[in-house]
């Protein structure tokens, strides 16, 4: 016998709204499994290229000079040599701009070397994710299902929380941890409007009120599916990448792992020798431009 047709509508709708938060709420805890692992597997991309940083860094910088250099002194061929102290300014900028750029990636893989160093238990996970980890747990918009108000705020912090890891923005995170309900109270002001509007809306509703609710359920869980299908494709991606074989390479094959980063050094070392030869005839070129510009 079907009770349900003399279960008054809104208890019946009730359950429906309750089975769709619950629903909600195990895609949630999917989806920061999923991050997790994401950020895990950003965090041995991250580690293994600066080791090959720290190998053949000197060397990449070496070639990347000497190839801007090249495309310098082409431009000077096609010029008048009226540009020469214009154009010596533009190269000094070129120059500074790479090498500040390769100074800051060894200052950076060299803190964070030292900061994996300082480790005494198990390898702790990377800072970035240990502090998301941290607001996730914090601000997650569940604890506040019942709350429309608290938990539109909430979702607004961490819209800015999860985009700021997505980014890689350690300092906003770190930000927001010191300070989270300054964070809060900002999301409150800002939603107070809408959401005063909302539930005024709601009001005029009546009955209606559990079908719109139910609808709005509906298309959060279905976004976060959503998201959950497009971090479970970043995560496969990643693991199919090249930098994340060379990390397997480096933590399970280090023999290989070695021999690949001596092949690596031998090819820019060609590479370098090859650009100089090119960079030689260059500025012959370029003397003999020179001279007959004087003679003229």
Known sequence: MNFKKY????????????RLKEKIREAHEHLAEQMVEECEIRGHIREVLEVVLERVGELQRKAELLRAKIDFLRNRLSEKM????????????????????????FEKAEFRKEERGKEISKKKKPRL?????KLVKLFHPDKHMNNPEDKEAYEEVMATINQAKKDGDLDKLEA????????LKQAKRENFNSEENGMK??????KGWFRNREKELQETLD???EKIREVRKEIEDLKKSPDMHLWAMWKGRPNEF????????????????????????????????SREGMAA
Request: glycine share 4%; proline share 2%; charged share 45%.
């Open 176 to 183: 927001i941890a010191e300070d989270p309900e300054k964070f």
């Open 7 to 18: 279960l008054p509508g809104f208890l019946i709708k009730d359950k429906q709204v309750d």
């Open 258 to 289: 070695e021999n690949a980063m001596r092949e690596m050094e031998r090819e820019l070392t060609i590479q370098i020798e090859t650009i100089k030869k090119t960079l030689e005839k260059l500025q012959e070129k370029l003397e003999r431009k």
């Open 129 to 133: 994710q240990r502090i998301w980890m």
């Open 223 to 225: 976004s976060l599916r």
């Open 82 to 105: 009226e540009g020469f102290k214009q154009s010596e300014e533009f190269w000094n900028q070129k120059e500074k701009k790479i090498n500040d750029e390769y100074e800051q990636a």
């Open 201 to 206: 809306d709601k009001s005029k509703e009546g």
